[in-house]
């Protein structure tokens, strides 16, 4: 009875371990399962990665002319407005060419006067040959009264643009006062922005010399920093702007000068006129002195000489109307080339003055963007290369096709042209757009998501799936931009970088590769279990009746 019991004991503590064993084997298998981590991986792609920069472009036709008319005098007709489309040889605009319809009837007269003398010389006509001379004379004079009257109106004018001009000039110191006065307050706010910059620059010097930075004289220190820092923000918005005033009162002193400038122009054409006008008058006192002789050689001169001066005059008068024609023409004022008008600076009833630009015509077929840029990036472009413009969320492709080598002496930028294709005639003369150029390129590296890249204490490192378990790489990062990186030493063209965080990322965690390179990976089936077989049937017969027996 007692090995009976014995034997049940046994076989009740066999049991009872073999159950704790089982207990601890599951635990031991969760405890692994939970450190395993799910990621996804993908290869580093080779190829280029580049940097964009953006810089402020202006836009420019490239076939844009300025019509100048030839000749100074009133507007009478305008026929076409900014933004009017012109085609080449349409007239633009006409100048009073009272002047000239006066010079051309003189001439012609002139001539008209010649002929008849050798009509008269010819026919014998000597009273028809007096009367047509007295006429002529009549007329001389009656220019040369117009052409009198005509200086006199020229000189009232420039007397009234001396009086604008002594206004302007007025207005302009008064402006170059007030700019003065904002460049004393410009370098008073320099230095006391110099002296807030200083007293930061102690207060990092202080900050870094403490090794606690939670300390209270730490903390203390950081507050004085941040104050000072908020102290030269609000200086520097000051500073802005009156840099800002600076320049509105500098565009307001441009545009008196301008306006001088094209008084003193105005002035100078019309200085023109008058010494063309005295010209004139002495031509006609010329061609009166030259009629009132050849009236007085036609009454007392033998033929022979009266038909000499009569051939004489009547290649004079030929070259007369020639001349007067030119002139006449001038006053008819046509577009040279066709397109968009841009810019009209004459008008109705106004002054036009010769060598003045009036009209600015522009072929919009293609335009051309201007914009400015450091030597460094310079240095990056070639003449071909693409180029992205922007405006008002439109985008427009350019090409370069000019890189200055000369720097401005200001700004030490060089300037560069693109040209702008498809839909470039929706881009108005003037306009300022986005030009987004590759400044920054390389080719040929391994390239990863920007992501996957962590930092610590300034240096780079990324995760890696090796042999099934998570590996912490540290890694040289090249060339940026807002969404991948260059990798220059670290990793190779095959390493698993691991493009998903989790916090369970660190070395020697076992992984389970969910995607490669974006695309699902199939599960790996667990291992079955195995069934142990059971023993022999004969063993356990035996054992059954050991026990019954026992």
């Known amino acids: 009875m007692n090995g009976k019991r014995l034997t049940a004991l046994c076989l009740a503590f066999i049991l009872s371990m073999s159950v704790i064993a089982c207990q601890k084997t599951e635990e031991v298998e969760a405890e692994a399962e939970a450190e395993r ?9 080779v190829g280029m990665l580049s940097v964009d920069t953006a810089y402020i472009g202006t836009v420019a036709p490239q076939e844009q002319v300025y019509v100048m008319p030839k000749t100074s005098g009133t507007v009478t007709e305008t026929f076409f407005e900014v933004g009017d489309i012109v085609k080449e040889g349409d007239v633009l605009f006409k100048i009073d060419d009272e002047a000239a319809q006066l010079q051309m009837a003189n001439a012609r007269a002139s001539y008209e006067s010649a002929q008849a003398g050798v009509t008269a010389q010819n026919s014998g006509a000597r009273d028809l040959q007096n009367y047509q001379t007295e006429e002529q004379i009549r007329q001389l004079r009656d220019s040369l009264y117009d052409t009198d009257d005509k200086i006199d109106e020229l000189e009232d004018t420039l007397g009234d643009l001396r009086d ?30 110099q002296n807030m910059n200083t007293e930061l620059q102690s207060l990092n010097d202080q900050l870094n010399s403490i090794e606690d930075k939670e300390s209270p004289e730490a903390l203390e220190i950081t507050a004085s920093i941040a104050a000072v820092s908020e102290k ?13 005033q600076l320049s509105q009162a500098q565009a307001q002193i441009g545009q008196i000068q301008t306006q001088i400038d094209s008084i003193n122009a105005t002035k100078t054409q019309i ?86 630009p009036a009209y600015i015509i522009s072929n919009k077929e293609s335009m051309t963007v201007t914009f400015h840029v450091a030597e460094k990036a310079k240095n990056a472009f070639n003449v071909g290369d ?35 294709s498809g839909g470039a005639s929706a881009l108005p003369n003037g306009v300022s757009v986005k030009v987004y150029a590759t400044t920054q390129k390389e080719d040929g590296k391994l390239i990863v998501p ?79 279990e195995s069934v142990e077989e059971p023993e022999d049937s004969e063993e356990s017969e035996e054992s059954e009746q050991t026990e019954e027996e026992t």
């Not at 402006?175 to 008073?188: F, R, S, T, Y």
């Not at 030269?232 to 500073?239: D, E, F, L, R, S």
């Not at 033998?302 to 004079?316: G, H, K």
Request: charged share 20%; hydrophobic share 40%.
């Open 271 to 356: 200085k023109s006129g008058i010494d063309s006008a005295e010209d004139g008058r002495e031509t006609i006192n010329d061609n009166l002195a030259m009629a009132e002789q050849a009236y007085s050689i036609t009454q007392n001169e033998i033929y022979p000489e009266s038909d000499a001066v009569s051939a004489a005059q009547l290649q004079m008068a030929s070259i007369g109307i020639d001349s007067a024609q030119m002139q006449l023409d001038f006053c008819t004022v046509t577009s040279p080339i066709s397109g968009v008008v841009e810019s009209v600076s004459v008008e109705k009833n106004g002054m036009a003055a010769a060598g003045n």
């Open 450 to 528: 920007y992501d996957t890249i962590y930092f610590s204490a300034g240096n780079a490192y990324i995760y890696c799936v090796e042999n099934g378990q998570v590996a912490k790489v540290d890694v040289t990062v090249g060339l940026m931009n807002d969404t991948e990186a260059v990798i220059e030493e670290g990793i190779t063209a095959d390493s698993q970088v691991i493009s998903n965080w989790s916090s369970k990322l660190r070395n020697g965690v076992e992984v389970d590769i969910v995607s490669i390179d974006g695309e699902e990976n199939a599960p790996i089936a667990p291992e079955e």
């Open 37 to 45: 981590v799910a990621v996804e991986v993908q290869t580093p792609r």
């Open 164 to 193: 604008v001009g002594g206004n302007l000039s007025a207005a302009k110191k008064q402006a170059q006062a007030g700019i003065d006065q904002l460049n004393e307050l410009m370098v008073a706010q320099s230095a006391e922005l």
């Open 232 to 244: 030269i923000a609000v200086q520097n918005g000051a500073i802005d702007s009156t840099k800002l």
């Open 386 to 420: 693409h180029i992205r413009i922007e405006r008002e969320g439109e985008e427009y492709d350019g090409v370069l096709t000019e890189i200055g080598t000369m720097a401005n002496p200001q700004t030490k930028l060089f300037q560069v042209k693109a040209s702008v």
